[in-house]
Antibody
């Protein structure tokens, strides 16, 4: 059974840092692109970043460029999101998701339960 | 960035109704379009990928169509468990933007 379990969320002051983790199990983790998606309270979904299976390619949304860094450890079946210089508008539930491809079309077929990050003084 | 616009933003319907949700991309995305369902307090669930392919385990009353810039998600006969929020998402290029969501409510 595919499982994705996020951890590391919590309350942090503006300008602070936090690292989210996502533990993967039930599939060959090192073969899949992985993604972070966030959802601010009462708002829609926002794609944040993704990473290639070997970690050699990473992409992220402009609003987090220079502040957030996605990484992975295939030996530990884990995905990370290092978040620095946090702002109030980064407050959200952060989901990790597995990215699957069908004939070149990517989609997110499994999601974690989410980790809440609250940025407030 | 590619903008995704869904309509309507909210919709009231009854059990047994046929409903259609529309998603429009700001530029052509071929068939790089996915649909997700999200219930309150839960993670999104994949329904349709590549515009028209039904994800394994998803009931056949859900269907997707479209290509280029205009796409639709159709639920042929609403069931009580279908009342949720639906999101389209383009996977043509990063950032993989989502639509703003369509909240489907019970009439």
């Amino acid at each position: 059974e595919v499982q994705l379990v996020e951890s590391g969320g919590g309350l942090v002051r503006p300008g602070g840092s936090l690292r989210l983790s996502c533990a993967a199990s039930g599939f060959t983790y090192s073969s899949y692109w992985m993604t972070w998606v966030r959802q601010a309270p009462g708002k829609g979904l926002e794609w944040v970043a993704n990473i290639k299976p070997d970690g050699s390619e990473k992409y992220n949304v402009d609003s987090v460029k220079g502040r957030f860094a996605i990484s992975r450890d295939n030996a530990k079946n884990s995905l990370y999101l290092q978040m620095n210089s946090l702002r109030a508008d980064d407050t959200a539930v952060y989901y990790c998701a597995r990215e699957r491809y069908s004939y070149g079309h990517p989609y997110f077929d499994f999601w974690g339960q989410g980790a809440l990050v609250t940025v407030s003084s | 960035d590619i903008q995704m616009t869904q309509s309507p933003s909210s919709l009231s319907a009854s059990v047994g109704d046929r409903v259609t949700i529309t998603c429009r991309a700001s530029q052509s995305i071929s068939s790089y379009l996915n649909w997700y369902q999200q219930e309150p307090g839960k993670a999104p669930k994949l329904l349709i990928y590549a515009a028209r392919s039904l994800q394994s385990g998803v009931p056949s009353r859900f269907s997707g169509s479209g290509s280029g810039t205009d796409f639709t998600l159709t639920i042929s006969s609403l069931r009580p468990e279908d009342f949720a929020t639906y999101y389209c998402q383009q996977s043509y290029t990063t950032p993989h933007t989502f639509g703003q969501g369509t909240k489907l409510e019970i009439k």
